[in-house]
Nanobody, 123 residues
Framework: QVQLVESGGGLVQAGGSLRLSCAAS????????MGWFRQAPGKEREFLSA????????SYADSVKGRFTISRDNAKNTVYLQMNSLKPEDTAVYYC????????????????WGQGTQVTVSS
């Protein structure tokens, strides 16, 4: 089992920035690819970004490319999502997830999920 705990969410004005963190425990963190997703009320969970186990490969959804940056620190068992130029439509609950080794972009490909952290962007 892998336990994931997100933090760093909050209320921010449009144009502002937040950095989300996801702390992992349980199995060997460096064996897992990590992803960030979000879900707004009434909408399906949406892929945002993913990073492979070694940190060398990443993937981004078009909606966040150029604004969000994923990174990981395997020594700290933590994955990050730096979010810049935030927009009101970025308002959602943000989740991190873990899957074996590689970059994955589909919700069903992830085995472990955190509880989520709320991000609210005011206009």
């Amino acid at each position: 089992q892998v336990q994931l705990v997100e933090s760093g969410g909050g209320l921010v004005q449009a144009g502002g920035s937040l950095r989300l963190s996801c702390a992992a425990s349980g199995r060997t963190f460096s064996n897992y690819g990590m992803g960030w997703f979000r879900q707004a009320p009434g909408k399906e969970r949406e892929f945002l970004s993913a990073i492979g186990a070694s940190g060398t490969r990443t993937s981004y959804a078009d909606s966040v490319k150029g604004r969000f940056t994923i990174s990981r620190d395997n020594a700290k068992n933590t994955v990050y999502l730096q979010m810049n130029s935030l927009k009101p439509e970025d308002t959602a609950v943000y989740y991190c997830a873990a899957s074996w080794l590689i970059v994955r972009t589909k919700t069903r490909e992830y085995d472990y999920w955190g509880q989520g952290t709320q991000v609210t962007v005011s206009s």
